[in-house]
T-cell receptor, first 114, second 110 residues
């Protein structure tokens, strides 16, 4: 199994809602990532988990809360989002060792905040 | 910090050869990666150059010159399905994260 899966594919939420995005990989990768991507822009790193511990938070607002329940799962909890948070949210994973920097991306969740 | 610059858009005809350039400024350099992303899709890994020179993988080749802080992706025998965005990227933060270039949208025309 060489894929990263993400659910849901699409999500529409109001500014007062709480929702969660889910990411799963079964490749035994030990590093997992959340990115935010706006149209016509490169992915912007949000969080990195390494061996199930949060290792990088790129100064992301607290309305985004990541969680790594186990080595295969990564969640992103959303609360009190703003319309400008509407974007494609991508999850990725990497083996996490040595000089293999290749990241495997999931198909993303298209989020619309109304 | 890290910055990677690419042309915003390139247009070419089917069957042609196209080169997408990437110039970078980084503190600490491990190598240069390339990713392809179709509209609405996930970025997919194409290549990684750690050393100077040309790496070939089928119709795609990638080149790196560390002394010039420059690399490029070469696409040969262009096909319509190659229409996509292409991003160069460098490992950063001790290799724990990727910093992406500005991205190049490639349009292949008949």
């Amino acid at each position: 199994d060489t894929e990263v899966t993400q659910t849901p594919k699409h999500l529409v939420m109001g500014m007062t809602n709480k929702k969660s995005l889910k990411c799963e990989q079964h490749m035994g990768h030990r590093a997992m990532y959340w990115y935010k991507q706006k149209a016509k822009k490169p992915p912007e790193l949000m969080f990195v988990y390494s061996y199930e511990k949060l290792s990088i938070n790129e100064s992301v607002p607290s309305r985004f809360s990541p969680e790594c329940p186990n080595s295969s799962l990564l969640n992103l909890h959303l609360h009190a989002l703003q319309p400008e948070d509407s974007a494609l949210y991508l999850c990725a994973s990497r083996p996490g060792t040595g000089g293999n920097y290749e990241q495997y991306f999931g198909p993303g969740t298209r989020l619309t905040v109304t | 910090g890290q910055s990677l610059e690419q042309p915003s858009e390139v247009t070419a005809v089917e069957g042609a050869i196209v080169q997408i350039n990437c110039t970078y400024q980084t503190s600490g350099f491990y190598g240069l990666s390339w990713y392809q992303q179709h509209d609405g899709g996930a970025p997919t890994f194409l290549s990684y150059n750690a050393l100077d020179g040309l790496e070939e993988t089928g119709r795609f080749s990638s080149f790196l010159s560390r002394s010039d802080s420059y690399g490029y992706l070469l696409l040969q025998e262009l096909q319509m399905k190659d229409s996509a965005s292409y991003f160069c990227a460098v490992p950063a933060g001790g290799g724990n994260k990727l910093t992406f270039g500005t991205g190049t949208q490639l349009k292949v025309e008949l």
